[in-house]
Antibody, heavy 121, light 107 residues
Framework: ELQLLESGGGLVQPGGSLRLSCAASGFTFSSYAMSWVRQAPGKGLEWVSGISGSGTSTNYADSVKGRFTISRDNSKNTLYLQMNSLRAEDTALYYC??????????????WGQGALVTVSS | DIQMTQSPSSVSASVGDRVTITCRASQGISSWLAWYQHKPGKAPKLLIYSASSLHSGVPSRFSGSGSGTDFTLTISSLQPEDFATYYCQQANSFPITFGQGTRLENK
C-alpha cells in the first residue's frame, strides 16, 4: 500500500527554522519526482518545491526561493524540506506529494495527510 | 509563471445535476492539466490527468476535456459524495500552479 507520512511540523517563531520529513513506502521511491504542496488556512493549494527522482534537479516557488531547500535520501525513501527564515505567511498544512513522472512537472497522483506548520510569536 | 483561473469560484447544485467547471491557463499548456477533488480534513485526490484521462478508481461520471488554454471538468450526475472543492493544476512547466479552486455546494 502506498504511504507518505509527514513529520516535523510544529510551532516556530518568525525567523526560525523547521525541517519537514516525509517517509515513503509502497512504491519505488527513486523512480518518481516528489514535491511539497501547502495550503494556508482558508486558502487554496500552493506548490512549494519539487525534486526529481535522482535528486539532481530541484525547483522552487518564488515565495520560498532562497529560504527553503528540498532534498531526498533515496536510500532511506525519505523526502525533506528545510525551511529557514520562516514568516507568518508560511503558516500552512504542508503536503508531501508523489508526482507521476521521474522528472519535470506532472500530475500529483498521491498525497500525504499533511504536516501543520505554524509561524507565530 | 502560468496563471490558472477557474470559474465559477463556487457553484450550488443538487444530486443528479450535471456540473461543469472551467479552467483557463494564461498561456498554452497543451494537455498538461490535472483536476483534483479536496474535502475538508482529507488529502486531495487526483481525478483527471493529461486533461482527459481518468485516474484509476475514479468514477466514470467525472470527465475532463480541453487543450491549449481552456479546459473543463464535468460531473455528469452529481452524487452526495461529490460535494467538495475542485482544483485544476498545470503540469506544463515549473513552477507548478493551481487554480484558486471551485467550491461545489449542495443547493
Amino acid at each position: 500500500e502506498l504511504q507518505l507520512l509527514e513529520s516535523g511540523g510544529g510551532l516556530v517563531q518568525p525567523g526560525g527554522s523547521l525541517r519537514l520529513s516525509c517517509a515513503a513506502s509502497g512504491f519505488t521511491f527513486s523512480s518518481y519526482a516528489m514535491s511539497w504542496v501547502r495550503q494556508a488556512p482558508g486558502k487554496g493549494l500552493e506548490w512549494v518545491s519539487g525534486i526529481s527522482g535522482s535528486g539532481t534537479s530541484t525547483n522552487y516557488a518564488d515565495s520560498v526561493k532562497g529560504r527553503f531547500t528540498i532534498s531526498r535520501d533515496n536510500s532511506k525513501n525519505t523526502l525533506y524540506l528545510q525551511m529557514n527564515s520562516l514568516r507568518a505567511e508560511d503558516t500552512a498544512l504542508y503536503y508531501c506529494v508523489k508526482l507521476s513522472l521521474l522528472g519535470g512537472p506532472s500530475a500529483v497522483n498521491f498525497w500525504g495527510q499533511g504536516a501543520l506548520v505554524t509561524v507565530s510569536s | 509563471d502560468i496563471q490558472m483561473t477557474q470559474s465559477p469560484s463556487s457553484v450550488s447544485a443538487s444530486v443528479g445535476d450535471r456540473v461543469t467547471i472551467t479552467c483557463r491557463a494564461s498561456q498554452g499548456i497543451s494537455s498538461w492539466l490535472a483536476w483534483y477533488q479536496h474535502k475538508p480534513g482529507k488529502a486531495p485526490k487526483l481525478l483527471i490527468y493529461s486533461a482527459s484521462s481518468l485516474h484509476s478508481g475514479v468514477p466514470s461520471r467525472f470527465s475532463g476535456s480541453g487543450s491549449g488554454t481552456d479546459f473543463t471538468l464535468t460531473i455528469s450526475s452529481l452524487q452526495p459524495e461529490d460535494f467538495a472543492t475542485y482544483y485544476c493544476q498545470q503540469a506544463n512547466s515549473f513552477p507548478i500552479t493551481f487554480g484558486q479552486g471551485t467550491r461545489l455546494e449542495n443547493k
